[in-house]
């Protein structure tokens, strides 16, 4: 059983392991800096490029509002966070159990309303 159990998942102005224990919150704390694990510099750079490409999805002029990614990019990202995750678990090794908790990004659907009046714009409910 490993030691650390950490969750991966990208959350706004962070970047993506969270402790899940209480081994790996008493070692690294909540929010884990990447530069304190057992990483490449490589690595740790792709997270970061990761991690600034997932704050492009918000929409800065109001976060509730849809994102300005169209479904391609969702799966561009998707795929890409799934590939580092399985570099960052084979790269910590047995020591530590990082579980995906990374929900797969989507388009808005109401993205293509939001374009058309973002001043006017309100969700449907």
Do not use: H
């Not at 884990?32 to 057992?38: A, H, K, R, W």
């Not at 990483?39 to 109001?62: F, G, I, Q």
């Not at 939001?114 to 449907?124: Q, V, W």
């Amino acid at each position: 059983m490993a030691t650390y159990r950490m969750r991966y998942f990208f959350d706004f102005g962070c970047q993506c392991l969270w402790s899940a224990n209480e081994a790996a919150n008493e070692r690294f704390g909540y929010a884990i800096e990447m530069s304190q694990l057992p990483l490449p510099k490589l690595t740790v750079d792709r997270v970061n490029e990761v991690a600034d490409w997932y704050m492009k999805s918000l929409n800065c002029a109001y976060a509730p509002d849809p994102g300005p990614w169209r479904q391609p990019e969702c799966d561009r990202f998707n795929e890409i966070a799934r590939e580092l995750l399985d570099e960052i678990r084979k790269e910590l090794g047995p020591d530590f159990e990082v579980v995906n908790e990374q929900v797969p990004m989507v388009e808005d659907p109401d993205l293509d309303a939001y374009l058309a009046d973002p001043k006017g714009f309100r969700r449907k409910t």
